[in-house]
């Protein structure tokens, strides 16, 4: 999703008069979150307008996600990203839903960043990244970027980012399989149980120049 894109949305409107309609619940959704109440009307006119009911089943999703990712299947990405969006587990997010997570994922501090970002490897919700779930995301990711990557990807390369990310292959021996930036991570899985933990995570990640550069350009990532 092209967050940058919504954002300068919001500028572009807020040049405009005032919005109109003002959303149920906008002072508490402003004490929530990292908007002002102005860019809180912007944002619900456009979620209406893409969804008139005021709720965006996955299916839906799926539609509007797919259209920034024209050259690849986004399919299964978007699938994983609706899920860390319906907080509820319901089957469908609310405005309040996919406000509360722009205002993590454009404004938040980098703790509340990796904790989204594990919530959303995390694809069980049991606490815990394992090889399997790792493994689902890089291939979703792959996927969604499609053929015409640059540099050229072999097959094996979400296998590879898998292992680099658990640490099971040597990082001091780069891959032309992988962009450089996931050559040489923090090895995330400190105790070497297969597993791992937020804590890990949080800490890896922060150790790694590459992962933190990456967060500031969250909203043209995810």
């Not at 006119?45 to 009911?53: A, I």
């Amino acid at each position: 999703m092209n967050f940058k894109y919504i954002m300068d949305k919001i500028e572009d409107e807020l040049e405009m008069t005032t919005v109109c309609h003002r959303p149920e619940g906008l002072e508490q959704l402003e004490a929530q979150t990292n908007f002002t109440k102005r860019e809180l009307q912007v944002l619900y006119r456009g979620f209406k307008n893409e969804c008139p009911s005021g709720v965006v089943n996955e299916e839906t999703f799926k539609q509007i996600y797919a259209q920034f990712f024209p050259h690849g299947d986004a399919s299964m990405y978007a699938h994983y990203l609706f899920n860390a969006f319906d907080t509820a587990q319901n089957g469908s997010v609310k405005f309040e839903d996919f406000v509360m997570a722009l205002s993590i994922l454009l404004r938040g501090t980098v703790h509340e960043k990796l904790r989204w970002t594990f919530n959303l490897y995390d694809i069980n919700k049991d606490g815990y990244i394992n090889k399997e779930e790792m493994m689902d995301i890089v291939k979703a990711i792959y996927d969604m970027m499609g053929k015409y990557t640059y540099p050229v990807l072999k097959e094996d390369a979400p296998r590879q980012h898998v292992e680099v990310f658990f640490q099971t292959l040597a990082a001091t021996q780069p891959s032309t399989a992988m962009p450089a930036d996931f050559l040489a991570p923090k090895k995330m899985d400190k105790n070497k149980d297969g597993v791992v933990t937020l804590d890990e995570f949080i800490e890896s990640c922060q150790e790694d120049d590459n992962i933190m550069r990456s967060l500031q350009l969250f909203e043209n990532v995810m």
